[in-house]
């Protein structure tokens, strides 16, 4: 299967996959969940009221608003034309105007799509017709608990990710498991969490497995590995890039 993007143009993934700005806004809150805002959210849960989200499905709390409208209704219609067309003819358009496709990443794939475009962008839709049974395959017992113990981590502002037993919590436990017996040498990286669980948010669990393993392998190599080896390095170059 012919990809689109090769090393050089992995920031037009990774962008693809954090394009709405909530997600940021969410992780400013993860870092704090002990805050006014955290608390506010737990007394809501209490009452009993069904807590308002945005359009993301981010929750609201005291003092947040709902942030942007979007694009139009009808560029947003226009956008899907154009990738229902990509997309029926993906092979050929690939390899013929790869740059169209490119340009269309960067003006953004429409939210109804996601689930189908990210996964032919990276190549994780190939991947999982190759490997149609390795997703449920059962894990070490030592990554589940490990794995368990993070899962209300993960975006507790958003909708999805708010209930031990949602099914946003349950899908992320799946994705983060199924990765470990992927990589057994790798394992489970806490950092994961939150790309693992973006891709939830767009798309089916196993869709969403198979995506986090082309980000890792293709684009971000042995930034999950246990020594963090590219991590330390990027940071050793931005350090210098900083000086």
Partial sequence: MFEILNISDAHILIGCILDDEPILFSLAKML???SPAQKNLSEEDSSGSEPETDRFGFILTNGSTAG???????LVRQREAKWIKIIDQWDRILSKKSSK??????KGIPASLRA???????GAANRMKQHENLYEQP????????IER????????HEMFQSKDGH???GLFRVLKAYTQYQPDEGYCQAQGPVAAVLLMNMPAQEAFWCLVQISEQYLPGYYSPLLVRTCTSF????????
């Fill in 116 to 122: 189908k475009c990210w996964p032919l962008l990276c």
């Fill in 150 to 157: 993070d899962l209300d981590r993960q975006f507790p502002f």
């Fill in 101 to 106: 496709v490119k340009v269309q990443c960067q």
């Fill in 168 to 170: 946003g919590q349950r």
């Fill in 32 to 34: 704090n969940s002990s």
């Fill in 139 to 146: 894990a070490l017992q030592s990554w589940v608990d490990v």
């Fill in 68 to 74: 942007s409208l979007g694009p139009p209704p009808e």
């Fill in 236 to 243: 050793v170059f931005y350090i210098f890039y900083l000086l």
